[in-house]
């Protein structure tokens, strides 16, 4: 009797000692992962900024550099002719068209210092007339102010001037990185953004920069001064307060 009441304890405590504990740690973490979720859920995702309404703002290339730095001349202008009146298409053409402008000016104003400083074709050409039918000779035209010099050039002279010039506008027209476009609708020059100034003419391979770009555009807008500058000298007398070295 004694015997089985000894072996029923040791039974006893022996299962005891195999008992599974309930895993506290377990339903902790699933509580404190249920919360986290619960605070994820609870935060709202960040919205994106709204979409700016109305036209975007055209950059414009070629601003002239001051002190606290570059500053746009008539850039309300600009604003308008791009985003009220027109697009960015509008910006390009206008930039070609300045870009066109400014090298005009600098010829015409190589031209002009040459001939004030003597520097007339009496003296280079081995040709005595200009035109032999309208007996127009280069030292008539070195005689005279620039301005008359121009006035006197025969009708055919100024025919060729005109035509060489609408060569290079030809070319843009119809042509697209500098190749022939034929089978378009419509020239390449003609539709939005296809006028801009860039012929494809680089035959020493220069690179092209924007800072060389930007200084093509500061010496073609000193040209367009100087030459207006310069006419208005020379056709109305104490027009130019400064003094002009001829």
């Not at 029923?8 to 000692?17: D, E, K, P, W």
């Not at 053409?93 to 870009?99: D, H, N, P, S, Y």
């Not at 008539?140 to 102010?145: E, G, H, K, Q």
């Not at 200084?215 to 027009?239: D, F, H, K, T, Y």
């Amino acid at each position: 009797m004694k015997f089985t009441a000894i072996l029923a304890l040791l039974l006893t405590s022996t299962v005891s000692g195999f008992t599974v504990k309930p895993n506290l740690g377990g339903r902790m973490n699933m509580k404190i992962n249920m919360a986290e979720e619960a605070v994820v859920e609870a935060v709202e995702e960040p919205t994106a900024p709204p979409a700016p309404k109305g036209p975007t703002k055209v950059p414009c290339f070629g601003a002239t550099p001051w002190l606290g730095g570059p500053k746009f001349v008539g850039e309300n202008y600009w604003d308008k002719l791009t985003m009220e009146y027109g697009s960015a298409d509008t910006g390009s053409f206008l930039r070609a068209a300045e870009l066109k402008h400014g090298r005009s000016a600098m010829m015409a104003t190589v031209g002009f210092a040459f001939h004030k400083c003597g520097l007339t074709l009496d003296h280079i050409s081995p040709h005595k007339y200009l035109s032999v039918s309208e007996g127009v000779t280069f030292a008539d035209l070195a005689a005279m102010t620039p301005l008359e010099a121009m006035k006197h050039v025969p009708a055919e002279g100024l025919t060729q001037m005109f035509g060489f010039i609408a060569l290079f506008e030809i070319f843009e027209l119809t042509h697209k990185n500098g190749k022939l476009v034929s089978d378009a609708t419509v020239a390449p020059g003609l539709s939005p953004g296809g006028l801009t100034g860039d012929l494809g003419w680089n035959p020493l391979n220069v690179e092209v920069t924007d800072r060389r770009r930007l200084s093509e555009l500061q010496n073609g807008r000193a040209a367009m001064v100087a030459i207006c500058a310069w006419v208005a000298a020379s056709e109305i007398p104490g027009s130019f307060p400064l003094p002009l070295p001829w």
